[in-house]
């Protein structure tokens, strides 16, 4: 089993050293110790769950139903960068500042929504192997949950529910309630305010670059991103290369390793303060 430290040159007290810098340090630690709740929240698509075959099948039911050409999983990866309206009108072949741009997309992605959620199941849409255990962990220690999402709210609900893990979750957010999409903080800020956790306290784990970014905009803890093996976002140099996360990890292990720092019995809240103080210790000196 990977450690955080042990073989890929992080030493252990790198990430919020990192992030802050020595001479934050200090404010760093009276932010945590001034606030005891803190929050775990996620991307879905690629971070919880491998929707991929689910996704693009969707998209192109959708745009068969127009007589729209069917897009390749490459073109389809392509627009993910940008929310369901404008990927998919982008895929119809408009561009932004074109007459039907806006209501094009508007009508394709309420198309797209109705068919992909309809078709969320753990078959279609499976969590990662030994994430739901993570997940588990990280509620019985305590910790607020959330789940951030580029896609509708009402997907991220059912993807919730259909692994039975709704209950565990006190924030859910799509880009159809905040008021901007990643790479923008607001959903972020919108799952702190919902979860009453600091965005010092909060960590937000991703599989793309606006994951990152919106995480760094929001001014959290951390961003963790995750290339899990045999995904479409498996490449864990590149997503260090764009510099957007604090850490990218390419197992499950490896992240339960660095929100928990190691084996937990019983497990409560203050797991998570050790989470931080480790990248904060005396070895930062």
Known sequence: ESKIGDDDGWPPMLLLRRLLGVAAVAGAMTTVAGNTRAALIFDVDGTLVDSLELALGATNVVLRRRNFPVVSEAE???????????????HAGLEPGDDDFDALGKELADDFDATYIAQVSPDTAPLFPH??????????????????TNAAV????????????????ESVRGADNVPNPKPSADGLLACCADLDVVPERAVYVGDAPT???????????????VAWPGTVTSNRDALLQVGHFDLVLDNVDDLEYALFVGPMDNGDASDFAAFVTHFISADVA
Request: net charge positive; glycine share 10%.
């Open 76 to 90: 389809y990866l392509a627009g993910c960068r940008y929310c369901t309206p404008e990927r998919l009108a982008r």
């Open 154 to 169: 009402a997907y991220a609900e059912a993807v919730l529910a259909t692994h039975g893990l709704s209950d565990l979750f």
């Open 131 to 148: 994430l739901d255990r993570v997940i588990r962990r990280a509620a019985k220690s305590g910790l607020k949950l959330g789940v951030l």
């Open 211 to 225: 994951d990152g970014m919106a995480a760094r905009a929001a001014k959290f803890a951390a961003s963790l991103g």
